[in-house]
């Protein structure tokens, strides 16, 4: 079974940064997209960025200019590098992965923005 496995998460002061990682394993497939996704308490999930298997990126409109996602396919793994960090980025942050036109989902990693 795929697993995705993500980190990085953590309490950090408004204008300050984190870097996210999320690693794939248990697959010898091809990964197609990978995004980072986000849930803040009492709201629905929503996509933060995403990055094709050819290094095309997706943004919300509310983290462009602030955020970057980037992969390394031959590590099966994506980062999100957020910069700039607001109290409203608040949230748990997933990782995504489609396999074989499955999508696939981490366990979730706690992002705190707070001074």
């Given at each position: 079974q795929v697993q995705l496995v993500e980190s990085g998460g953590g309490l950090v002061q408004p204008g300050g940064s984190l870097r996210?990682?999320?690693t794939v394993s248990r697959t010898f497939?091809?990964?197609?997209?990978?995004?980072?996704?986000?849930?803040?308490?009492?709201?629905?999930r929503e996509l933060v960025a995403t990055i094709t298997s050819?290094?095309?990126t997706n943004y919300a409109d509310?983290?462009?200019?602030r955020f970057a996602i980037s992969r390394d396919n031959a590590k099966k793994t994506v980062?999100?590098?957020?910069?700039?960090?607001?109290?409203?980025?608040?949230a748990v942050y997933y990782c995504k992965a489609n396999i074989l036109f499955s999508d696939n989902w981490g366990q979730g990693t706690q992002v705190t923005v707070s001074s």
């Open positions: 996210l990682t999320c497939l091809s990964i197609n997209d990978m995004g980072w996704y986000r849930q803040a308490p009492g709201k629905q050819g290094g095309i509310s983290v462009k200019g980062y999100l590098q957020m910069n700039s960090l607001k109290p409203e980025d608040t």
